[in-house]
């Protein structure tokens, strides 16, 4: 019966790498928002453009297959370019949070040895000397940029053919026992990962999902590849709102938020300064749960309760392996068990 439940969960997927998922998104929606944030807007069209460009230029400074490209910037759309274009140039974006202490951050480049980092011209001074790294922002660098082709990058312009078993993305554990370990996590887990989220997501066009939790944290991959691969609108919150439950329940009413993912606690804060503020949030329609084991508080059920089209999803895994298990809780709140279980395995 195991071997028949594993069998079961098979799926091929149609795309090889996920950023061709996302550039096909390109081709349905061009000119839909593809990233906002705090004035900036992209159109699909244009985010796919900027992210070639950087791409190329990328793979002329030895980026590629089996490399790693840091990515050491503010949440901004341009972290959002920087992070499609690594993997269009097919090496593996290695996210590191500036809220980190700079020691923490000196010890992942030095560990990690990137090819390069990819910086701006606030944060370009936690990156040490020794490293070659691109301050995006810089005024030399956005007309060097325009020298490059804005066309998809394809195999043939990479040094190396990408296969499924090409590092992605690194991420680094807390090291809460011991020194911070990197996680390799191939490519083709990666489009599984993001195949499955598409897939088995309810296709609403105009959802609009919040880009909330740390680009350390690896739920970011889902809020940011999946929202592209889906043809929805990447909203970035700003980091004080991130640290203010009140001041993100504001932020979630006035972008229209239908989709957001966070940690067990972050939604139960929200669900209580959403009731103290009396702000439906009617819009967000899809809460996705992952980091840590789900509490179905009190809170949480009267935050769920009356509203039909609202669904609780509970993710499981562990930074190796990204996803492994999903469950959605009954649209009616009053069929919900006593503790949230952890679901059925994801696709493979």
């Not at 769920?304 to 990204?322: F, K, M, S, W």
């Amino acid at each position: 019966m195991a071997g028949q439940e594993r069998e079961e969960t098979a799926h091929e997927a149609h795309c090889a790498t996920v950023s061709q998922l996302i550039e096909e998104q390109v081709i349905r929606t061009p000119r839909a928002a593809a990233v906002t944030c705090e004035g900036t807007e992209l159109s699909y069209a244009e985010l796919n453009a900027a992210a070639n460009q950087l791409a190329r230029l990328l793979l002329d400074r030895g980026a590629g297959p089996e490399r790693l490209v840091a990515v050491l910037m503010e949440r901004s759309a341009d972290l959002v370019v920087a992070l499609l274009a690594v993997l269009k140039a097919g090496a593996a974006y290695l996210p590191v949070d500036l809220s980190y202490p700079a020691d923490r951050i000196a010890y992942m480049l030095e560990d990690a040895a990137p090819a390069c980092v990819l910086t701006t011209s606030q944060s370009d001074g936690l990156v040490g000397d020794s490293i070659p790294h691109l301050v995006l922002d810089s005024p030399a660098l956005r007309t060097a940029l325009q020298d490059y082709a804005t066309t998809d990058v394809t195999d043939s312009d990479r040094a190396a053919v990408l296969r499924p078993c090409h590092p992605a993305y690194v991420i680094y554990t807390s090291g809460s026992t011991g020194r911070p370990k990197a996680v390799i996590m191939p490519a083709g887990a990666l489009m599984n990962l993001i195949s499955w989220q598409v897939s088995s997501g309810p296709d609403r066009p105009g959802k609009r999902v919040a880009q909330f939790t740390s680009i350390s944290f690896d739920v970011s991959v889902q809020e940011i590849l999946g929202t592209l691969a889906s043809g929805g609108c990447l909203c970035i919150v700003d980091g004080d709102t991130r640290l203010d439950p009140f001041a993100l329940v504001h932020w979630l009413d006035r972008h229209r938020i239908s989709d957001f993912f966070a940690p067990s606690l972050v939604i139960d804060a929200v669900c209580e300064a959403a009731s103290a503020a009396d702000v439906d949030l009617p819009a967000l329609t899809y809460i996705a749960q992952a980091g840590e084991s789900l509490v179905l508080s009190a809170r949480l059920i009267k935050f769920c309760t009356g509203t039909a089209a609202r669904r609780l999803h509970n993710h499981y895994g562990p930074t190796e392996t990204h996803l492994v298990s999903a469950y959605t809780l009954p649209a009616d709140v009053a069929k919900w068990p006593p503790s949230a279980p952890i679901g059925r395995p994801v696709w493979n």
